[in-house]
Every structure is written in structure tokens, then in C-alpha cells.
């Protein structure tokens, strides 16, 4: 069984398309998060949510759009799309209960805007 | 602000050599410190992490690496590299207590040739 696993795993869209990315983990943690991957590999947090509540909002432009229905589920809805998001996106989880959040990643979602 | 150096950005070694990949991060507090691998094609993965006691923390795979507190470095390292090592490697770092915000270097590329 896929601990963290994302939807879809590539997407390819036009710009100003509206689109969403699903992701589910199943390890029973209670924070998850969304991280960016962009061409360079860079990688940088977007946001985290514990138990379904915001807690942190990296400086993202608002066509971005987290939603967390439960804390088994965080999807990324993104409005308005532009060349610049295309990227990779990693879903996380992790226990905030432990010594120190080891995250556990999903297989990203690669997005492509033409 | 916290921040990850790797200084090597691509490496290239044949089987069997030495691996020796650096890491410094910028904190003044407490740290977390992680070292990610991220094969072809595939999500990132846990190599090793250290909060606290021995320095040398041992991973995955034959990996380890050394927190030395006074340079602000957590250098990763393998005594004899293979072929299927060949992969991405993230330092990572998060502030003791900051809840699963991990800040990444940019990634060294290491190809290891047969």
C-alpha cells in the first residue's frame, strides 16, 4: 500500500486552466504538506496543515489554494494557471507528536503549463 | 532565516570510490538535520537524520554523516559508492520545535559510473 499517494501524477494544462492535485495518506499522521519542486530541483514548503487547520502559509500567490477535508487528505487547487507553476509538487505527511517531524513524501505531480 | 548550503552540485564518481557530500545550515537554535535521496523518476526518501546525541548517525544503505555544532555542518558520506546510488541528494533542516517546516539546499546530482 502507498503511504502517501497523489493524483494525478502528471498533468499537462494551458495556461489560465484551473486544475487540482489530490493527495491521501494512509500512515495515520496528522500534518501533510505541499512543497514545490521547480526546474532546478529546488525544493520549498507551500503549506502545512495539522489536523485540518492552516498552520503554515508560505508567501504563495493566492491562486493557490490548499484544501484539507480531513487530516488524511490535503489537496492543492490552483486558479488562474501560469507558465511559472509548472513544477513538480510533493505531497507530505508526518506525526507532530514525535521528537521531530520526519516527513514522508508522495511521488510528486508533475504539472506542466503550456 | 534559516538556510541549507550544499556546496557540491554535481559529483561524478566511479563504483567503489568515496563519497563525500557537504551541507552547512545557517541557525542559530536547536536543529533537526535530514539527509533526503530522491532516485530517478521517484519521490524522496528518507537516507538519515539526526536530533540529538552521537554526531554520527548512521542511515540507509550504508550512508552516514557527521554533525559538527561548532561548523554548522552536516556532511554526508559513503566509504564505496555503487551504481544504483546514482541519485539526487537534499540536506535538509528544520528548527527543533518549528513543526515540519523543513528548509532544503539545492540538491547535489551525484552519477556514479560502472
Known amino acids: 500500500d502507498t503511504a502517501v499517494s497523489q493524483t494525478p501524477k502528471y498533468l499537462v494544462t494551458q495556461m489560465g486552466n484551473d486544475k487540482s492535485i489530490k493527495c491521501e495518506q494512509n500512515?495515520?499522521?496528522?500534518?501533510m504538506y505541499w512543497y514545490k519542486q521547480d526546474s532546478k530541483k529546488f525544493l520549498k514548503i507551500m503549506f502545512s496543515?495539522?489536523?485540518?487547520?492552516?498552520?503554515i502559509n508560505e508567501t504563495v500567490p493566492n491562486r493557490f489554494s490548499p484544501k484539507s477535508p480531513d487530516k488524511a487528505h490535503l489537496n492543492l487547487h490552483i486558479n488562474s494557471l501560469e507558465l511559472g507553476d509548472s513544477a513538480v509538487y510533493f505531497c507530505?505527511?508526518?506525526?507532530?507528536?514525535?521528537?521531530?517531524?520526519?516527513?514522508?513524501f508522495g511521488a510528486g505531480s508533475r504539472l506542466t503549463v503550456l | 532565516a534559516q538556510s541549507v548550503s550544499q556546496h557540491n552540485h554535481h559529483v561524478i564518481l566511479s563504483e567503489a570510490a568515496s563519497l563525500e557530500l557537504g551541507c552547512n545550515y545557517s541557525?542559530?537554535?536547536?536543529?533537526?538535520l535530514f539527509w533526503y535521496v530522491q532516485y530517478p523518476g521517484q519521490h524522496l526518501q528518507l537516507l538519515l537524520k539526526?536530533?540529538?546525541?552521537?554526531?554520527l548517525v548512521k542511515g540507509i544503505k550504508g550512508f552516514e554523516a557527521e554533525f559538527i555544532k561548532s561548523k554548522f555542518s552536516f556532511n554526508l558520506r559513503k566509504p564505496s559508492v555503487q551504481w544504483s546510488d546514482t541519485a539526487e541528494y537534499f540536506c535538509a533542516v528544520n528548527a527543533a520545535g518549528n513543526t515540519g517546516k523543513l528548509i532544503f539546499g539545492q540538491g547535489t546530482t551525484l552519477q556514479v559510473k560502472p
Open positions: 507530505a505527511s508526518s506525526y507532530s507528536g514525535g521528537r521531530a517531524n520526519v516527513l514522508t
Open positions: 539526526y536530533f540529538s546525541g552521537d554526531p
Open positions: 500512515l495515520g499522521h496528522d500534518t
Open positions: 496543515y495539522n489536523n485540518k487547520e492552516l498552520i
Open positions: 541557525y542559530g537554535g536547536t536543529v533537526n
